[in-house]
């Protein structure tokens, strides 16, 4: 399935993104299937997810290992209540489907968080605005093109539970 990103490339090369878009030959609606088919890391997946914070959108760009601790995240945002988006709330603030959605090029900017995890990796990797498609970045950089707020955003890796709860505690 051919994808037209030229738009999207375009936004990125004009934030100084030197990183080129790619298109996976699957759609990569999650870390797990993005990363087996860019043999990465899951962790060095950015996830885009998109919650719901008092009714007002926030991007939460979260390592593919977390999961997304949404009572502290309220509580960093001095909020009362953070959810899930829905599939018509993600295409509404970001105009890109759920499974696709990238950090940046959506209609108004969106408060963001950066996983603080993801500061690990040499090499990110987040959507480009369609399931199909990823590019290249770095924490930093993402930090930098999505005006980012760095926060710690999940309890445990997922991957670490077992061996933790292995260790009795």
């Not at 990363?35 to 959108?57: H, K, R, T, W, Y």
């Not at 509580?75 to 953070?82: E, F, K, Q, R």
């Not at 369609?130 to 890796?157: C, K, M, N, S, W």
Request: hydrophobic content about 50%.
């Amino acid at each position: 399935m051919a994808v037209d990103f030229s738009a999207f490339a375009a936004m990125l090369s004009s934030l100084g993104v030197p990183g080129t878009v790619l298109e996976l030959p699957r759609p990569a609606p999650t870390a797990q299937t993005a990363a087996e088919q860019l043999g990465c890391d899951v962790g060095a997946i950015a996830n885009s997810l998109i919650f719901a914070a008092d009714g007002a959108p926030v991007l939460i760009m979260t390592s593919g290992a977390h999961r997304v601790d949404t009572d502290a995240v309220a509580s960093l945002l001095g909020v009362s209540a953070v959810a899930r988006a829905s599939a018509a709330s993600v295409r509404a603030w970001t105009g890109q489907a759920i499974g696709g959605v990238a950090p940046v090029g959506h209609p108004a900017p969106i408060r963001t968080l950066v996983d603080s995890w993801l500061r690990k990796y040499d090499v990110i990797w987040a959507a480009a605005g369609h399931p199909h498609t990823v590019f290249p970045t770095t924490f930093d950089e993402l930090v930098r093109i999505t005006d980012g707020l760095v926060a710690d955003v999940g309890g445990v890796p997922e991957s670490l539970l077992a061996t933790i709860v292995g260790r009795g505690g």
